[in-house]
């Protein structure tokens, strides 16, 4: 039994339907550590950088309009909540809890099984995302923090020095 982390997003249809409190007291069961969590506005890039390997899909640009809450249209669900959890067994444990990708064949107590649906034009609203494995967990999550966002050290890092970088910072 290994001490993991993983990547979980609520994604935009779960952040519209007010389902944050629901998934959170679902994931507390769990009894894992949050070791990062904010809140981000998903860029184009970052959606196709997360969703890679669904590049060639017909659906792939529905996917990034999806996790890019354009398909709620506005400003208003245009976010994700991530959060790297740490647990034993991280991964196996919170997709058991998460459920199927497809919220109909979901085990209806999994978070996808409960709040989960399948829109008319066959929009998987799957309410959260987790990693599949442990790799893509350190992919997912190098891909949406940075080192210092997390309040563990878990994975190599180094210190480099950027001379030119703009930045914006507090008036």
């Known amino acids: 039994m290994a001490v993991e982390q993983i990547l979980i997003l609520i994604k935009p249809d779960g952040i519209r339907k007010s389902l944050t ?3 959170l007291t679902k994931l507390s069961q769990l009894e894992m550590a949050i070791i990062g969590a904010k809140v981000v506005k998903v860029s184009k890039e970052l959606a196709e950088a997360h969703y ?7 659906f ?8 890019q809450g354009r398909i709620y249209g506005g400003e208003t669900w ?3 909540l991530a959060f790297v959890y740490q647990g034993v067994d991280a991964v196996a444990r919170t997709r058991k809890i998460v459920g199927l990708t497809n919220p109909e064949e979901a085990d209806p107590i999994s978070i996808r099984g409960s709040y989960g649906r399948i829109t008319t034009k066959g929009v998987y609203e799957n309410v959260i995302h987790c990693s599949s494995d442990v ?14 966002e997390i309040v563990r050290k878990i994975y190599a890092t180094k210190k480099i020095e950027v001379n030119k970088e703009e930045k914006i910072v507090w008036e």
């Open 52 to 58: 890679y390997q669904l590049k060639d899909k017909p």
């Open 78 to 80: 245009d976010r994700v």
């Open 21 to 23: 409190g629901n998934v």
């Open 60 to 67: 792939f640009g529905e996917l990034l309009d999806y996790i």
């Open 135 to 148: 790799s893509e967990a350190e992919r997912e999550i190098k891909l949406w923090f940075k080192p210092q």
